[in-house]
């Protein structure tokens, strides 16, 4: 059996995030989630709602054998196998129509063009009427909200120029260029920001 993969993070912000999702999302449906890591937030949230039918997804090979792990283990009939999606490629084959996306720590720890790939990824797979939801620090009119994010900014450009936290703003702007409309914004713990964007 593949490695269970943990993030200490997911524990600290599943519950915030959940709450949120709650008010978001319908009661029932498909969810796309984008950049799923390790698969815990998928269990965790497919758990909570048990009306949705989410779709876990990740580039990274063992970011997917830990999420199948992770299904395996909670045995949830809601979650669906992992995909390997690229968020940068041109077309995903994924089926659409879905009610949401959700994108959790992606647009910060990825280069720029990724976001314009889940904004772009959004337009084509959502429903109308369907969410974009997106977790992370962020920027707001240019400033970061607190220290402690500008020093997390500064780390993630050590390890990857292209990475960084991203102003809401141009979020906003590359969401909008895709007939995404940001309906709302919500402050998280520790300094993050939840997003929410409307097909």
């Known amino acids: 059996m593949a490695e269970l993969l943990i993030s200490p993070a997911t524990a600290r912000n599943r ?23 390790a698969g815990e937030h998928a269990v965790f949230f497919a758990r909570a709602m048990p009306g949705i039918n989410w779709q876990p997804s990740d580039p990274d090979h063992q970011a997917r054998e830990s999420i199948a792990a992770w299904i395996a283990a909670e045995q949830l009939a809601n979650v669906a196998p992992p995909l390997a999606i690229d968020v ?6 994924v089926v659409p129509h879905f009610d949401a996306l959700v994108a959790i720590n992606m647009i910060h720890i990825s280069p720029w063009q990724a976001t314009l790939g889940l904004m772009a990824g959004s337009r084509r797979l959502l429903r109308a009427g369907g969410v974009l939801y997106t977790y992370g620090p962020y920027k707001r009119a240019g400033r970061h909200t607190a220290p ?3 020093a997390f900014d500064a780390s993630l450009k050590a390890r990857d120029p292209n990475w960084g936290v991203r102003d809401v703003a141009d979020v906003e702007r590359a969401a909008a260029a895709q007939g995404l409309a940001l309906r709302e914004i919500v402050e998280m713990p520790a300094n993050n920001l939840s997003l929410v964007f409307a097909a």
């Open 88 to 93: 940068c490629a041109v077309d995903w084959e």
């Open 15 to 37: 519950e915030p995030i959940l709450a949120v999702l709650r008010r978001v999302l319908p009661a029932r449906g498909r969810v796309l989630e984008i950049a799923s890591g």
């Open 148 to 150: 402690s994010n500008e």
